[in-house]
């Protein structure tokens, strides 16, 4: 992956690991709603990781997590 937007995919995987907290989901919890696999879920939300992801995994996250788009992109300048 590109660095353009390393950081972009940082602060989406943390906005992602607070709202799951938030609902009280556990990785696990949230991977299987999601349908993904827990290791991509845990590289996705690691601070210094800049796991890529799809626009698709991420409206699968967002509908698991029932937060609007929005709110996971909105620490992104």
Same mark, same amino acid.
């Given at each position: ?6 950081? &972009? @995919? ?5 906005? #992602? &690991? =607070? @709202?799951?907290?938030? =609902?009280? +989901?556990?990785?696990?919890? !949230?991977?299987? &709603? ?5 290791? @991509? *879920?845990? =590289? #996705? ?7 890529? +992801?799809?626009?698709?995994? !991420?409206?699968? #996250? ?6 609007? #788009?929005? =709110? *996971? ?5």
């Amino acid at each position: 992956m590109s660095q353009k937007h390393s950081e &972009q @995919y940082r602060i989406i995987g943390q906005a #992602i &690991q =607070k @709202y799951r907290k938030q =609902k009280g +989901f556990t990785q696990e919890q !949230l991977a299987e &709603q999601a349908s993904i696999s827990i290791s @991509y *879920l845990t =590289k #996705i939300e690691a601070p210094g990781c800049d796991q890529p +992801f799809s626009l698709e995994v !991420l409206l699968d #996250i967002r509908e698991a997590l029932d937060v609007s #788009i929005h =709110k *996971l992109l909105e620490d992104i300048e």
